[in-house]
C-alpha cells in the first residue's frame, strides 16, 4: 500500500494525512471482500524497515493503528472478516499486542480473511522459517513453507503494488515465487475497490504456467 506520502505532498498536506486517507481505503477494500467473494486479502501495513523513518511519523501510524482496530473491530465481526496478522507483530508495544490478540479472539469464526503484515519483512520471515524447519531437522521447500507465517492461508494468487513503484520491498518474497504481480500508478489513497476488481479481471486473463509450457 504505496504512496500515502506523496498524496499527501502533492496537497501540501502533512504525511500524517496520507497515512489517515489511506486507513480509509483500506476500509473501502474490507468492505469490499464479500462482494467480490475474495477468500483472503493481504495487506503490507508496516515493514521491519519502516523503524527507519522519523520517530513523529512511526509514532503517528502506530496511533493510527490503535485508533483503526478501536473503530473498526465491531465492522469485522458484524461483516464476518477474520484477522491474520503475519511479521513480528508481537515485539510491538504492549498495548498494540493486547488489542491485536483481543481482535484475532474477536474474529476467529470469520468467513474472509484479511491478513495484515506488522513488522514484517519476507526475508526475516524466510529466515524464521527455515531455522524451525533446521530444528526439527528437514530443509526443504515444503518443511520451509510450512513454518511461513502465511502457513495457514491459500497460495498467493496476485500480488498488487500501488504508485508507479516496480519493486517488492521484501514483501512475501517466498510466496511471491509462481504469483502474478501488477504494479499500478494510483496512489494508495486513491486506491477504490473498483480499481481491485479492474486487477482481479486483468488477473483472470493472465495464463499461469507455473514453469511449464
Same mark, same amino acid.
Given at each position: 500500500?504505496?504512496?500515502?506520502?506523496?498524496?499527501?505532498?502533492?496537497?501540501?498536506?502533512?504525511?500524517?494525512?496520507?497515512?489517515?486517507?489511506?486507513? *480509509?481505503?483500506?476500509?473501502?477494500?474490507?468492505?469490499?471482500?464479500?462482494?467480490?467473494?475474495?477468500?483472503?486479502?493481504?495487506?503490507?501495513?508496516?515493514? =521491519?524497515?519502516?523503524?527507519?523513518?522519523?520517530?513523529?511519523?512511526?509514532?503517528?501510524?502506530?496511533?493510527?493503528?490503535?485508533?483503526?482496530?478501536? =473503530?473498526?473491530?465491531? *465492522?469485522?465481526?458484524?461483516?464476518?472478516?477474520?484477522?491474520?496478522?503475519?511479521?513480528?507483530?508481537? =515485539?510491538?508495544?504492549?498495548?498494540?499486542?493486547?488489542?491485536?490478540?483481543?481482535?484475532?479472539?474477536?474474529?476467529?469464526?470469520?468467513?474472509?480473511?484479511?491478513?495484515?503484515?506488522?513488522?514484517?519483512?519476507?526475508?526475516?520471515?524466510?529466515?524464521?522459517?527455515?531455522?524451525?524447519?533446521?530444528?526439527?531437522?528437514?530443509?526443504?521447500?515444503?518443511?520451509?513453507?510450512?513454518?511461513?507465517?502465511?502457513?495457514?492461508?491459500?497460495?498467493?494468487?496476485?500480488?498488487?503494488?500501488?504508485?508507479? *513503484?516496480?519493486?517488492?520491498?521484501?514483501?512475501?518474497?517466498?510466496?511471491?515465487?509462481?504469483?502474478?504481480?501488477?504494479?499500478?500508478?494510483?496512489?494508495?489513497?486513491?486506491? *477504490?475497490?473498483?480499481?481491485?476488481?479492474?486487477?482481479?479481471?486483468?488477473?483472470?486473463?493472465?495464463?499461469?504456467?507455473?514453469?511449464?509450457?
Amino acid at each position: 500500500m504505496d504512496g500515502n506520502g506523496r498524496w499527501a505532498k502533492k496537497r501540501a498536506l502533512p504525511r500524517a494525512v496520507g497515512h489517515q486517507r489511506g486507513v *480509509e481505503a483500506v476500509r473501502r477494500l474490507v468492505r469490499a471482500l464479500e462482494p467480490m467473494g475474495l477468500e483472503c486479502l493481504t495487506l503490507y501495513a508496516f515493514s =521491519s524497515e519502516n523503524w527507519k523513518r522519523p520517530d513523529e511519523e512511526v509514532d503517528d501510524l502506530m496511533n493510527l493503528m490503535r485508533k483503526f482496530i478501536k =473503530s473498526d473491530l465491531p *465492522e469485522f465481526v458484524e461483516k464476518g472478516v477474520k484477522l491474520k496478522i503475519i511479521g513480528d507483530w508481537q =515485539s510491538l508495544a504492549p498495548d498494540i499486542v493486547a488489542m491485536l490478540e483481543d481482535a484475532l479472539a474477536q474474529t476467529a469464526n470469520g468467513r474472509q480473511t484479511l491478513a495484515v503484515a506488522l513488522n514484517y519483512g519476507g526475508q526475516h520471515e524466510i529466515a524464521r522459517a527455515a531455522a524451525k524447519a533446521a530444528s526439527k531437522g528437514d530443509v526443504t521447500i515444503e518443511t520451509i513453507t510450512a513454518e511461513l507465517d502465511t502457513a495457514d492461508l491459500p497460495p498467493l494468487d496476485l500480488l498488487i503494488r500501488t504508485s508507479g *513503484e516496480v519493486r517488492l520491498s521484501n514483501f512475501l518474497l517466498w510466496q511471491a515465487a509462481y504469483a502474478e504481480m501488477l504494479f499500478v500508478d494510483t496512489l494508495w489513497p486513491d486506491f *477504490e475497490p473498483a480499481h481491485l476488481e479492474q486487477a482481479l479481471d486483468d488477473f483472470a486473463r493472465r495464463e499461469r504456467r507455473y514453469g511449464g509450457r
